[in-house]
């Protein structure tokens, strides 16, 4: 039997599709890259926002019409777009098999099995429950991996529908997550990025204190991960314990992922975030200060309900002062079930994209300045791949970017370099979000 498998929304997400791909792979499903070859075809959704709800959409009902062939035997829809809205799907795209909850991904083969006999099925569990994996992931993006710490998250903020459709909070048992990351090395897995809802609450619920630190000292012992990035870090949560790990670890990135969604102290409380606006200053620069370099990415919210004129004001000047190194804006998306969703009044989609552009606008010269400011530097740089069409033409990532959401830096090399490679390279221009470089001679592989 041939599987057609989609993963769409988060790396958290990939992460659940790879273990699926294993456990699928273990019991004999051949997996295929061409959809119109496919027997069984697995969807694993998003819902985080309007837009991802839409592409989930849009996907379901394009991979439906291969039902129309005669080949397509079952379409299957998993992750958290089947557990918001199992009904609807059920009631409105006929074509859909079969249903699999978050936490319920170790039951793919049942389902399979179930709706290979002609049955529709559904299968949910108790959201809070920890999947049982005994299959290996089936690893989907080279040299990087995901490791996945934690599932769910307890913050509840008032735009947020995570809690309701993957959980409360709960971490992975440290030894577990240190043999994952073991086999990923083993596999050539040279960066290894931490994710989670909440990645600084680490351990809170099994051990009783923040264990992020701790994990990242067994981490960094593992032979073959050679960096560590740490994405999804609640500022309120960074403790100077977890600032002195990451100073301390050559391994561990100079780089931190820390959405903070705003500045103004009243769309903060209205959003249920536990920082103010000089918490965040506050942690910003203590950042910097203990750890020189150090490359901060945040996400904001733009065009929240009662957002005023004044206040997206604010954020233009907070984002002028802070200037992060990596910055990112999204529009807010009303979801129904959450309480931000009953404040009025509601923004209009077009102040919403308007100042979304002049957010972004501002940190496109802010992100070139600073682009500008690496020029002269010698950096590590992490190989990716080459460029299409160009055999001589590299592209690879500094320790501040992460994989698909910030910049690249692009060099020329007459010797052969492979995925993973870890080299030095000179910078030598700039252009906007990305570098330009040259091999330091004797770095590369001969």
Request: charged share 30%; net charge negative.
């Amino acid at each position: 039997m041939n599987i057609f498998f989609i993963s769409l929304g988060c790396d958290k997400n990939l992460v659940d599709s790879e273990n699926m791909l294993g456990i699928l792979h273990d019991n004999g499903y051949t997996i295929t890259d061409y959809e119109n070859d496919a027997d069984i075809i697995i969807i694993n959704t998003c819902c985080f926002i309007h837009d991802a709800k839409e592409e989930s959409i849009e996907t379901i009902l394009e991979m439906a019409k291969h039902k129309e062939t005669g080949r397509l035997k079952a379409l299957i829809v998993t992750g958290c777009l089947a557990e918001r809205y199992k009904d609807e799907i059920l009631n409105e795209i006929p074509e859909v098999d079969a249903l699999l909850g978050t936490s319920a991904i170790s039951e793919i083969i049942s389902v399979i099995e179930k709706v290979l006999n002609g049955n529709k099925y559904t299968c949910f569990t108790d959201i809070n429950n920890q999947p049982v994996l005994k299959s290996k992931r089936i690893l989907s993006t080279g040299s990087y991996s995901y490791l996945k710490i934690a599932e769910g998250c307890d913050k509840h903020c008032t735009y947020c529908i995570i809690p309701k459709v993957r959980g409360n909070f709960r971490s992975r048992p440290m030894e577990e997550l240190v043999e994952e990351a073991a086999y990923l090395a083993e596999n050539g897995v040279k960066e290894l990025i931490l994710v989670a809802q909440e990645t600084t609450l680490y351990g809170r619920d099994l051990y009783g204190r923040k264990a992020l630190p701790g994990l990242l000292d067994k981490l960094c012992e593992i032979p073959g991960i050679e960096w560590i990035r740490i994405l999804y870090c609640y500022p309120e949560e960074i403790t100077d314990e977890l600032i002195d790990t990451i100073s301390r670890q050559p391994k561990i990135c100079k780089y931190l992922d820390m959405p903070i969604q705003h500045c103004s102290d009243r769309i903060l409380k209205l959003m249920g975030r536990k920082t103010s606006k000089k918490d965040i200053v506050n942690i910003v620069k203590k950042l910097r200060d203990k750890i020189p370099g150090i490359a901060l990415r945040t996400t904001l919210i733009t065009g929240f309900p009662t957002e005023t004129d004044e206040e997206h004001e604010e954020l233009l000047r907070f984002i002028e002062e802070e200037r992060f190194e990596r910055l990112g804006v999204f529009t807010y998306s009303k979801e129904e079930g959450t309480p931000a969703s009953k404040l009025k009044p509601q923004v209009t989609a077009k102040v919403k994209r308007q100042r979304q552009k002049e957010l972004m606008k501002l940190q496109q010269t802010i992100a070139f300045d600073i682009s500008a400011s690496q020029v002269g530097r010698i950096l590590d740089v992490i190989i990716e791949g080459r460029i299409a069409g160009k055999d001589n033409v590299y592209v690879g990532r500094t320790y501040m970017d992460g994989p698909k959401v910030d910049g690249y830096i692009f060099m020329e090399s007459d010797s052969e370099l492979m995925s993973g490679d870890i080299i030095k390279v000179k910078v030598t221009g700039a252009n906007y979000y990305d570098l330009i470089g040259e091999i330091v001679e004797g770095s590369a592989r001969e």
